[in-house]
């Protein structure tokens, strides 16, 4: 199920990861780094690919309509994790 959240919140959440994460998610997807950053708003095309990232113009850098959670999930886990610690 899609998801919609605005492109500030998504680096918020991108930039609260701890280091390694993008390799560590991207690892356990079996995806390369790149499209784990082009994910969170990167847009290197030519070493990784566009996950499903739709953005518009709004508020707050626009929102942002994922396809797919499970990159945003496993962050947000990280997240929780990091913040238990």
Same mark, same amino acid.
């Given at each position: ?12 959440? *991108? ?66 994790? *990091?913040? *238990?610690?």
């Amino acid at each position: 199920m899609p998801k919609t959240i605005t492109f500030n919140e998504l680096r918020r959440i *991108k930039d609260s990861l701890p280091d390694g994460s993008m390799h560590k998610i991207a690892d356990t997807l079996n995806l390369t780094v790149q499209t784990v950053r082009n994910y969170f708003g990167g847009s290197n095309y030519e070493y990784g690919n566009n996950c499903g990232l739709h953005i518009e113009p709004g508020p707050e850098g626009g929102y942002v309509i994922l396809d797919d959670t499970q990159i945003l999930d496993m962050a947000l886990e990280m997240l929780e994790q *990091k913040n *238990k610690e």
